[in-house]
């Protein structure tokens, strides 16, 4: 084999290596691009589970804020209720009581 046979080859497989290199470049570009798209797209379903999570919890809380403060006008109303009755129940005897006493102090100090 000559030299210049030699030298053929090896350049040869010089070029054959850069292509292969060039080709491996390429597909390296090419994976890591896929492996990036895809990582995004985990990444954006995982925030937009976690909005839609965070939405129904703040919605769930408002609802829970709503059935409690209904509740505790309810109850306000059952009290206001309650005190009015019994005011109404008791004005008559504590008026008719004050009135007594009126009446007792008035005439005492007509007597005296």
């Known amino acids: 084999m000559k030299l210049s046979d030699v030298l053929d080859v090896l350049l040869k497989a010089e070029e054959n290596a850069l292509g292969m290199k060039i080709d491996a470049d390429h597909e390296a570009e090419t994976v890591k691009s896929e492996a990036h798209s895809v990582f995004e797209a985990e990444q954006e379903a995982a925030l937009s589970k976690a909005r839609a999570e ?6 769930a809380a408002g609802h829970a ?39 007792a102090r008035h005439a005492a100090e007509g007597r005296g």
């Open 54 to 59: 965070a939405r129904a919890r703040v919605e």
């Open 65 to 103: 804020a709503d059935v409690e403060s209904l509740q505790i006008s309810e109850q306000s109303k059952k009290v206001c209720e309650k005190m009015k009755a019994n005011f109404a129940e008791h004005v008559p005897s504590i008026i008719a009581k004050l009135a007594e006493e009126l009446a």
